[in-house]
């Protein structure tokens, strides 16, 4: 029987929502606890292992007590072998490590974790490029190339992998930012290493790229459009990143850089706002004359899923498909080569109505249809 190793990061993502940008350290997590963070690792774990499931018989999952991966396969229906239970009550990155440093050695075929930059980081450092792994997104930041583009496609080749029917593998890279300086507006990230990852394009995602020159001349065109088409009385939600942000500085607000902020025209009216806050400004203002102003993660693709939790299926649902502006330059299209952009919001039924083709404003009164895919 092949040996599928599993862990999961409880406390992944939780900060998302609330707007933290990362749930790295005890503080962060209580604080996150405090503003109604609920976990959503488990949940995004099990989805995937509903898709391994379907090889029970032919798969024994090992795994960590409790919530680290118990819990989880038994709610799939997998029987596990349980390695070790961690001692205290939330989990630590020392854990990770231990769990990855043992599945190793109990020879697992493959590693499924469950978690984010900081997870993968954990994984790599305990069992470097010599166990094939691979990961189910759930936090709030994902750099790394390590992760499937979704949890079920994560399920998915998993079990291809396990099953053979995926044999080639290859080197992905292992990014972690600072969240201190994140908070701070500050982007500093760091190559850690390489995991071996199954070979699968249409499932894994690529790592981050950066703006160029070009896309800096292209920013322009595009703020003066908007400024051109922003209806005074609208609220507008001003999603994540320095494309976002570039426009923001074009158009005078003071926004954030990592943050959602919110207009009423060109107005600030709320910067770095959770998704509670949005929920309440759409309550008193009226959800049917907002927008939400996303843009496209270079070379993955993303418009929601990372880096914007608090754009949630809730916040989407209640604006509407209609109501989402995509910005992007033609240059970060063109670098997608063709492959669709792409939407993982935690929530299947939001994922399915965001999919299909999608206006993608690229200039001064320019526009051009992208498909999304989930």
Same mark, same amino acid.
């Given at each position: 029987m092949k040996k599928l190793g599993l862990i999961v990061n409880p406390i992944a993502g939780m900060g998302g929502r609330c707007? =933290?940008?990362?749930?790295? /350290?005890?503080? *962060?997590?209580?604080?996150?606890c405090a503003l109604g963070a609920v976990p959503e690792a488990p949940d995004r774990a099990l989805t995937a292992l509903q898709q391994v499931a379907k090889l029970a018989d032919d798969v024994e999952v090992v795994t960590v007590g409790g919530d680290m991966g118990a819990k989880e396969a038994d709610a799939a229906g997998l029987d596990?072998? *349980?390695?070790?239970?961690?001692?205290?009550?939330?989990?630590?990155? #020392?854990?990770?490590?231990?769990?990855?440093? #043992?599945?190793?050695?109990?020879?697992?075929?493959?590693?499924?974790?469950?978690?984010?930059?900081?997870?993968a980081r954990d994984v790599y450092a305990?069992?470097?490029?010599?166990?094939?792994? =691979?990961?189910?997104?759930?936090?709030?930041?994902?750099?790394?190339?390590?992760?499937?583009?979704?949890p079920r496609n994560a399920g998915e080749l998993a079990a291809l992998y396990l099953q053979g029917k995926v044999k080639a593998t290859g080197r992905a890279e292992v990014m972690d930012i600072d969240e201190d300086a994140f908070r701070e507006g500050r982007v500093s990230a760091e190559l850690y290493g390489y995991l071996t990852v199954p070979r699968d394009a249409a499932r894994v995602q690529g790592?981050?790229?950066?703006?160029?020159?070009?896309?800096?001349?292209?920013?322009?065109?595009?703020?003066?459009?908007?400024?051109?088409?922003i209806e005074p009385d609208s609220l507008y939600i001003l999603g994540t990143g320095s494309t976002v942000f570039g426009l923001k500085e074009r158009l005078g607000v003071d926004g954030t850089l990592l943050g959602v902020d919110v207009t009423r025209g060109r107005e600030l009216i709320a910067k770095d706002v959770t998704e509670r806050q949005i929920l309440e400004l759409? #309550?008193?203002? /009226?959800?049917?004359?907002?927008?939400?102003?996303?843009?496209?993660i270079g070379g993955q693709g993303y418009i929601f899923g990372r880096g914007n939790q608090q754009l949630s299926p809730r916040v989407i649902e209640k604006v509407g498909r209609e109501n989402i502006l995509v910005v992007a330059t033609k240059q970060k299209i063109a670098a997608l080569g063709g492959r669709p952009l792409l939407v993982d919001t935690g929530s299947e039924e939001t994922n399915a109505l965001l999919t299909g083709y999608m206006r993608v404003i690229t200039g001064y009164s320019e526009q051009i249809a992208v498909r999304v895919s989930a």
């Open positions: 707007g =933290l940008k990362g749930t790295d /350290g005890a503080e *962060i997590l209580a604080q996150a596990a072998r *349980i390695l070790f239970t961690p001692d205290g009550r939330a989990t630590t990155s #020392e854990d990770t490590r231990r769990a990855a440093a #043992e599945l190793a050695a109990h020879g697992v075929d493959l590693i499924l974790f469950a978690g984010g930059d900081g997870t305990a069992v470097g490029d010599d166990v094939v792994c =691979l990961g189910i997104p759930a936090g709030c930041k994902i750099h790394s190339g390590v992760y499937a583009i979704n790592g981050k790229a950066g703006r160029t020159q070009k896309d800096e001349q292209a920013l322009d065109e595009i703020a003066y459009y908007l400024f051109d088409v759409l #309550e008193a203002e /009226g959800g049917d004359k907002a927008k939400i102003v996303v843009t496209v």
